[in-house]
C-alpha cells in the first residue's frame, strides 16, 4: 500500500473525532447558552448517530462501486459544512441541522478507512494507526473545549473546518492510489447470506454494538459528569479526559493491532480472547469511575476504560475484513455500522438523558454504562464456550 494512503486515512479520522468530540465536550457550554434541557441534549447528540446510522449503508454501497476517493472526499466536505452551520446557529434546529450533517459525512470515513487498508500481512497494525487517530482527535477536541467560553465557543466550533476542506479538495485534486478490489460488488442481500452461514459473526456484531453505546454515552455525558457529580472545573475534567483518551486509547489500539497481526486468518477464536480481555478492562474502568470521587482514581478508571473501549476496535475490523470477501467489504461494513449504531449510540445519548432527568445522572449511568458492557462478555463467552466444545472430541 502506497505510503500516502494511510497517511491521508489517518488525517481525515484525526478531524472526524476532533469533530465529534469537540462539540460534546462544549455541551457545559452549549446547554445553557441555547437553554437545551437534559433530554434535548440528549436527543442533540443522538442526531448525530440517526444521520450516520442510515448514512454508512449508503457510503458502503457507493464504495463498493466508485473509487473510495470520491466517498471520502464529499464525506470530508459534508462533516466540515456541518461543523460551518453548528458554529452559526442561533437556535437548537441550527445545532440539529449542523450534528445531523456531520454524522452524514464522517460515516463515509469508517466505511472507506478499513477497506482501503485489507487484509495484507501487517494490516492490522495500519489498522491500528488508522484508528489511533480516534484518542487523538478526541483529545484534541477536550482539550481545545477547555480553552472555550461562553464568548468564544462558536470561534472554537469552526477550527476543523478549514483544514477539512483543504483535505478534501487535496482528495479530489490528487490521484491517489487506494487499493483496487478486483471482482464485481456485491448486493445488500448477500450480506445477510455471510451471517446467516457463520453466526459467530453475530457475537461480532453484538460487541461492536455495546460497545458503541457505551461508548456514545460517555462521549455525550462524560463532561457533563465530572463537573456535575464529581464537582470538577470544566477545564480539569477536559483535560482529564483527553490526556486517559490519548494514552489509554493508544495503549489500546496499539497492542490490539500487535496481537491481530500475530493471529492467523484460520480462526477467530484468538480475535475473541483479545476482545473478551479489552471489555474486561472497559468494565473494570467504568465501575472504578462511577464508584470514587478522587482525582488520581478517576484518571485511573478513565484511563483503564480508554484501553478497552479502543482496543476492541481492531479486533473487530479485523474479523468482519477476514471474515468477507473484497466485494464486499463496504457493504458489510456500512451494514455493520448501521446495526451497531442503531441499538447503539443512537439510542445511548438519549436514553441516558431521560434516566438523568427521572432518577439523576449519577444513577443512571451506573445502570447504563455497565450492563452493555456484561452483555458483550456473555456474548463472547456463549461463542468461546461453542468453539471449545467443537474442538473438544
Not at 470530508?76 to 437548537?92: D, E, N, T
Not at 497492542?255 to 476482545?275: F, H, M, T
Not at 432527568?357 to 468461546?384: D, F, N
Request: with cysteine.
Amino acid at each position: 500500500m502506497p505510503a500516502l494512503v494511510p497517511l491521508i486515512l489517518f488525517l481525515s479520522n484525526f478531524l472526524n473525532y476532533l469533530d465529534r468530540q469537540l462539540f460534546s465536550a462544549l455541551f457545559p457550554i452549549i446547554a445553557p447558552a441555547f437553554r437545551l434541557s437534559d433530554p434535548l441534549v440528549g436527543a442533540l447528540g443522538s442526531s448525530f448517530t440517526l444521520s450516520y446510522l442510515f448514512a454508512a449503508p449508503l457510503a458502503g454501497f457507493l464504495s463498493d462501486r466508485i473509487h473510495p476517493r470520491q466517498v471520502l472526499a464529499g464525506g470530508i466536505f459534508v462533516f466540515s459544512a456541518g461543523m460551518w452551520i453548528c458554529a452559526l446557529s442561533q437556535g437548537a434546529a441550527g445545532l440539529f441541522l449542523g450534528r445531523s450533517l456531520t454524522g452524514v459525512g464522517e460515516a463515509a470515513l469508517f466505511v472507506v478507512g478499513p477497506q482501503s487498508i485489507g487484509t495484507e500481512r501487517g494490516s492490522a497494525r495500519k489498522l491500528a494507526i488508522f484508528l489511533s487517530a480516534m484518542p487523538l482527535g478526541g483529545a484534541a477536541g477536550f482539550v481545545a473545549a477547555s480553552h472555550a467560553t461562553a464568548a468564544s465557543f462558536r470561534h472554537i466550533l469552526i477550527f476543523p473546518v478549514i483544514p477539512g476542506v483543504i483535505l478534501a479538495l487535496i482528495l479530489l485534486s490528487v490521484s491517489i492510489p487506494f487499493p483496487d478490489k478486483g471482482s464485481s460488488p456485491a448486493q445488500p442481500r448477500q450480506v445477510a447470506v455471510l451471517f446467516s452461514r457463520d453466526r459467530s459473526l453475530w457475537s461480532i456484531l453484538t460487541v461492536e454494538g455495546t460497545n458503541i453505546f457505551v461508548m456514545g454515552g460517555m462521549s455525550v455525558w462524560i463532561s457533563l459528569y465530572l463537573t456535575r457529580e464529581k464537582h470538577l472545573g470544566m477545564g480539569l475534567a477536559s483535560e482529564m479526559t483527553g490526556v486517559a483518551l490519548v494514552i489509554g486509547g493508544l495503549a489500546g489500539i496499539l497492542l490490539s493491532g500487535v496481537l491481530c497481526d500475530r493471529i492467523s486468518s484460520g480462526s477467530l477464536r484468538p480475535l475473541y480472547l483479545v476482545l473478551q480481555g479489552s471489555q474486561g478492562l472497559s468494565l473494570a474502568g467504568i465501575i472504578i469511575v462511577l464508584a470514587v470521587s478522587g482525582k488520581v482514581l478517576l484518571f485511573a478508571g478513565l484511563l483503564i476504560a480508554s484501553v478497552g473501549l479502543f482496543g476492541s476496535n481492531v479486533p473487530v475490523l479485523v474479523a468482519l475484513l477476514r471474515k468477507s470477501p473484497p466485494a464486499m467489504w463496504g457493504t458489510v461494513l456500512g451494514s455493520v455500522l448501521f446495526v451497531a449504531h442503531l441499538f447503539g449510540d443512537l439510542p445511548s445519548a438519549t436514553v441516558i438523558g431521560l434516566f438523568a432527568s427521572k432518577i439523576g445522572l449519577s444513577r443512571s449511568l451506573e445502570l447504563l454504562l455497565p450492563v452493555p458492557v456484561m452483555i458483550g462478555l456473555l456474548s463472547l463467552w456463549v461463542v468461546l464456550d461453542n468453539e471449545e466444545k467443537k474442538r473438544t472430541p
